[in-house]
């Protein structure tokens, strides 16, 4: 490879700046993520879902009356298609994972009258949809049937009340928010970038999220959250923490939960989720699992700094996500569709902003295969 090559080529795009974007900002140096110009730390933790939605779609916090209209028509659309529902019982019969069923599901909203002729429909649509697939899936999963939608809940609140079948305490709803607002959005990630190729080349909204869907249940991006929890039941007490963990160490395994691509210092979404958990675990859920789950951060932080001293790695937001999504009820198969409910308000917007100032996306390659070959028939191969 020539050194002109080199220099052009950045494997992965690392470092690349494909686009503009005023919906977040992430700096991974400094430990900084900025939702609409907002620090995350000051948004999620009070914010209504539907809040930071509309922030990012407008660019502004909505007045109350607007506010208001906005949380309705979100409501208005969490019902799905009957085909959705043929298709999530058909899956519920081979058992798929839960983020094929909502991947295949996704697509099935174009089937809703309108769909296509608006994007910020189709967006509310989908952001409306997620929790309902979701849920309508685990509970055909556990031989339950869906729960009917109803309109007069927020959104988090609606999507613990679509598993359960039962209006959830304020404390629980509050928690779930609060996750869902962390990780609406994170810069040019892989689903996120995915979404803005598809709606790139003019296609909708559905295929574009249902594109970045696809992108997010590989391991790489989505698939941490659960494994991070495995690692604490696995060892089981604080008096196992260090022996457990010096082992995987010495083994060259990854500590779940702990260190980040982009960040470089703690991720300022484990703050926040690591508040929360704070304080839903002071009056609710497991203490136990709470103190075991910080006992083990503590020993895990202390190894790797011994382990690898030239660097910092830090907890990351999934290792609290795992805690507090375990609190509030959620199995481990529903932590990465959980996300997706969060995140897929973030694809919209990004897929309204390439609609409104973005180009086709279309990077160049670099060939480093052979030249000058010629062909031969294949008799005489």
Same mark, same amino acid.
Do not use: C
């Given at each position: 490879?020539?050194?002109?090559?080199?220099?052009?080529?950045?494997?992965?795009?690392?470092?690349?700046?494909?686009?503009?974007?005023?919906?977040?900002?992430?700096? +991974?140096?400094?430990?900084?993520? =900025?939702?609409?110009?907002?620090?995350?730390?000051?948004?999620?933790?009070?914010?209504?879902?539907? %809040?930071?939605?509309?922030?990012? /779609?407008?660019?502004?916090?909505?007045?109350?009356?607007?506010?208001?209209?906005?949380?309705?028509?979100?409501?208005?659309?969490?019902?799905?298609?009957?085909? !959705?529902?043929?298709?999530?019982?058909? !899956? $519920?019969?081979?058992?798929?994972?839960?983020?094929?069923?909502?991947?295949?599901?996704?697509?099935?909203?174009?089937?809703?009258?309108?769909?296509?002729?608006?994007?910020?429909?189709?967006?509310?649509?989908?952001?409306? $949809?997620?929790?309902?697939?979701?849920?309508?899936? /685990?509970?055909?999963?556990?031989? &339950?049937?869906?729960? %009917?939608?109803? &309109?007069?809940?927020?959104?988090?609140?609606?999507?613990?009340? =679509?598993?359960?079948?039962?209006?959830?305490?304020?404390?629980?709803?509050?928690?779930?928010?609060?996750?869902?607002?962390?990780?609406?959005?994170?810069?040019?990630?892989?689903?996120?970038?995915?979404?803005?190729?598809?709606?790139?080349?003019?296609?909708?909204?559905?295929?574009?999220?249902?594109?970045?869907?696809?992108?997010?249940? +590989?391991?790489?991006?989505?698939?941490?959250? +659960?494994?991070?929890?495995?690692?604490?039941? %696995?060892?089981?007490?604080?008096?196992?923490? &260090? !022996?457990?963990?010096?082992?995987?160490?010495?083994?060259?395994?990854?500590?779940?939960?702990?260190?980040?691509?982009?960040?470089?210092?703690?991720?300022?979404?484990?703050?926040?989720?690591?508040?929360?958990?704070?304080?839903?675990?002071?009056?609710?859920?497991?203490?136990?699992?709470?103190?075991?789950?910080?006992?083990?951060?503590?020993?895990?932080?202390?190894?790797?700094?011994?382990?690898?001293?030239?660097?910092?790695?830090?907890?990351?937001?999934?290792?609290?996500? !795992?805690?507090?999504?375990?609190?509030?009820?959620?199995?481990?198969? *529903?932590?990465?569709?959980?996300?997706?409910?969060?995140?897929?308000?973030? /694809?919209?917007?990004?897929?309204?902003?390439? *609609?409104?100032?973005?180009?086709?996306?279309?990077?160049?390659?670099?060939?480093?295969?052979?030249?000058?070959?010629?062909?031969?028939?294949?008799? $005489?191969?």
């Amino acid at each position: 490879m020539s050194s002109s090559l080199e220099t052009e080529t950045r494997e992965g795009l690392e470092g690349v700046v494909a686009a503009t974007t005023r919906l977040s900002s992430v700096d +991974g140096e400094a430990g900084v993520l =900025l939702i609409a110009g907002f620090p995350v730390e000051d948004l999620a933790p009070v914010a209504s879902f539907e %809040e930071v939605v509309y922030l990012l /779609w407008n660019g502004a916090l909505p007045r109350p009356d607007e506010l208001a209209a906005f949380a309705r028509r979100m409501a208005a659309r969490r019902a799905l298609p009957g085909a !959705a529902l043929d298709l999530l019982r058909a !899956a $519920a019969g081979r058992r798929v994972p839960v983020m094929d069923a909502l991947r295949m599901a996704a697509g099935t909203l174009s089937l809703l009258p309108g769909t296509g002729e608006d994007a910020r429909e189709d967006g509310l649509l989908l952001v409306a $949809a997620f929790p309902t697939i979701v849920a309508s899936y /685990w509970r055909l999963l556990n031989s &339950e049937e869906p729960v %009917e939608p109803r &309109e007069d809940l927020g959104h988090a609140a609606s999507f613990l009340h =679509l598993l359960s079948g039962e209006e959830p305490a304020a404390e629980r709803a509050r928690g779930v928010e609060t996750y869902l607002n962390t990780v609406v959005d994170h810069g040019f990630n892989a689903s996120t970038f995915t979404a803005r190729v598809i709606v790139s080349t003019r296609s909708d909204l559905v295929s574009a999220v249902t594109g970045a869907v696809g992108a997010l249940k +590989g391991p790489l991006h989505g698939g941490a959250p +659960g494994p991070a929890l495995d690692m604490v039941f %696995e060892i089981g007490s604080a008096e196992r923490a &260090e !022996a457990v963990l010096r082992d995987k160490l010495a083994r060259g395994e990854r500590l779940m939960g702990f260190g980040h691509r982009v960040y470089r210092v703690r991720d300022p979404r484990a703050d926040v989720l690591a508040e929360a958990a704070e304080r839903f675990y002071k009056d609710k859920g497991d203490r136990g699992v709470y103190e075991l789950a910080r006992a083990v951060e503590a020993t895990a932080l202390r190894l790797l700094r011994e382990h690898k001293p030239d660097r910092r790695i830090d907890t990351n937001v999934e290792f609290y996500t !795992a805690l507090l999504l375990h609190g509030l009820g959620l199995p481990t198969e *529903l932590f990465t569709p959980a996300f997706a409910i969060g995140r897929v308000a973030g /694809w919209v917007a990004h897929g309204l902003e390439q *609609l409104a100032h973005g180009r086709l996306i279309r990077p160049q390659s670099a060939y480093v295969g052979e030249r000058d070959r010629r062909w031969v028939p294949v008799e $005489a191969r």
